[in-house]
């Protein structure tokens, strides 16, 4: 009896989570709020595969499924899931399930790996060093979290500023839930390894601050005071990618914006992200985005 009750609380949550974000996600995007760090997105239909850089964020599915790519890895999720992200991590996806009944809903809470860090010490949550670290996971929220997420979501009802001023401690809360539940290990270890001075998180801001320069997978470990071995190990745990895939797919990534935003060519694009061919880049740039540069652009302008 109490499982069954604890099951209909969890579903007039999510319920009455999504009677409020529909009347704010009005239209087919993300939507900002009211709340710094929330924003909605809504879809009445599948889309089709897109790629981009996931930023540290915890994506919570109320309605409708989700596709998300990470290298070899498929994560999907569903009501009541949600992906985790702790690192910037290039990564493709599709929303899979959605109908204009019934359409994909979305709340995005963009996490600062720095209070993340913070939770972690004042609750003085204890880490497994022997345990897997990824960069991203799919977690189920429990009873608390959607509590929490629920109370957070109302706020959107509040005064401007009496929502941005409340909502500050509910999110230090859904960063606690998240953290206590058992996947929520694989986030906050890469947090407090890193703080550990065993840095990926350096290493991937550096290479996004490097992404245009040719870089040696030595120089990269100097710079993060890490052997070659130790650094390309954890990397790929973190990120599910070596370093130099890692760079190339930034540099990828930044080339398609200055294609999109209508400045360049596809070889000044090339020349600026760091490629010295331009042949190879639109050989890498096909790989990853399936047609040539322009094709590419063309393609995407004529999307709606």
Not at 190 to 210: C, E, M, P, T, Y
């Amino acid at each position: 009896m109490k499982r069954d009750s604890e099951i209909l609380r969890a579903l007039t949550r999510i319920d009455h989570m999504i009677d409020i974000v529909q009347q704010y996600a009005l239209d087919e995007q993300r939507v900002a709020t009211s709340i710094p760090f929330l924003s909605l997105l809504r879809s009445s239909h599948p889309t089709p595969v897109s790629k981009g850089v996931l930023k540290p964020s915890c994506c919570v599915i109320l309605q409708g499924q989700k596709r998300v790519l990470l290298a070899g890895e498929v994560l999907d999720y569903g009501p009541g899931e949600y992906l985790a992200v702790s690192v910037d991590l290039p990564a493709s996806g599709h929303i899979v399930n959605a109908t204009p009944d019934k359409p994909y809903l979305l709340l995005n809470i963009e996490l600062d790996p720095q209070e993340l860090a913070a939770v972690v010490l004042e609750a003085q949550v204890s880490i497994d060093t022997q345990q897997p670290v990824r960069g991203a996971f799919v977690g189920r929220t429990d009873d608390a979290l959607q509590e929490a997420l629920y109370q957070l979501v109302r706020l959107l009802r509040a005064p401007a500023a009496e929502a941005a001023f409340l909502a500050v401690g509910l999110k230090r809360e859904i960063i606690y839930r998240m953290l206590a539940a058992p996947d929520g290990r694989q986030l906050y270890q890469n947090i407090v390894l890193d703080q550990q001075d065993r840095g990926i998180s350096k290493a991937i801001a550096w290479l996004k601050d490097h992404y245009d320069q040719a870089i040696k997978v030595e120089d990269l470990a100097q710079a993060t005071n890490m052997s070659v071995s130790s650094l390309h190990h954890r990397f790929k745990a973190v990120t599910t990618m070596g370093p130099m895939q890692y760079q190339k797919q930034l540099r990828l990534q930044q080339a398609r914006t200055l294609l999109l935003n209508g400045d360049v060519d596809a070889s000044t694009a090339a020349y600026r992200v760091g490629y010295e061919s331009a042949s190879q880049f639109s050989r890498e740039y096909r790989r990853l985005f399936g047609a040539p540069p322009m094709q590419d652009i063309k393609k995407l302008r004529a999307s709606p």
